[in-house]
């Protein structure tokens, strides 16, 4: 059972905006920044947005992020193909002490 | 540009002891950042095992916390897992990542290692 909660799948056509949900409670988002993952099957988990909307040098302005109270959302606007893959947020949880994560969606373009 | 690679039986018999090693190129780990363990059973999503500053300072994940030894070697820029006991719901891939400066709670990691998936049977 993950500390943070996302829809186990989402999906979207290509050129489409898909949003992902996350959510948590006081001691994690309600506190903390969140981080978001992409994980291609087969591959280690890449950050793709941190501090709710920062992105890491080399990530497409196609990905974003926003933050309210105790949720998230990670949104893709104009999905391409490539963009299939697992997305995981992540946070620090004040509670236990150490980096949570969701358990993750699996967005599929169709 | 930072790399982590870990490296360690992929095979361990249950009731014994994990090992993994994670070394780091690029960066060294006495710099600011903390450095942790995060593993991914199959088909399942990510969970915290543990991070730690150079400085020793260390966090670890409760539910893991009584099995698991880490530990730093400064001169190979080297970070050390040891998880005991182990079950067979301690296979999983296991990624060595960096995190954020020391005292910056935002909880991400950036790079990953490639993983190393660890089964757990006899």
Known sequence: ?110 | QVQLQESGPGLVKPSETLSLTCTVSGHSINNNNYWGWIRQPPGKGLEWIVVVYHSGTTYYNPTLKSRVTLSVDTSKNQFSLKLGSVTAADTAVYYCARGPSYGDYSGWFDPWGQGTLVTVSS
């Open chain 1, 1 to 110: 059972q993950s500390v943070l909660t996302q829809p186990p799948s989402a999906s979207g056509t290509p050129g489409q905006r898909v949003t992902i949900s996350c959510s948590g409670s006081t001691s994690n988002i309600g506190s903390n920044t969140v981080n978001w993952y992409q994980q291609v099957p087969g591959t280690a988990p890449k950050l793709l947005i941190y501090r709710n909307n920062q992105r890491p040098s080399g990530v497409p302005e196609r990905f974003s992020g926003s933050k309210s109270g105790t949720s998230a959302s990670l949104a893709i606007s104009g999905l391409q193909s490539e963009d299939e893959a697992n997305y995981y947020c992540g946070t620090w949880d004040d509670r236990l002490n150490g980096p949570v994560f969701g358990g993750g969606t699996r967005l599929t373009v169709l």
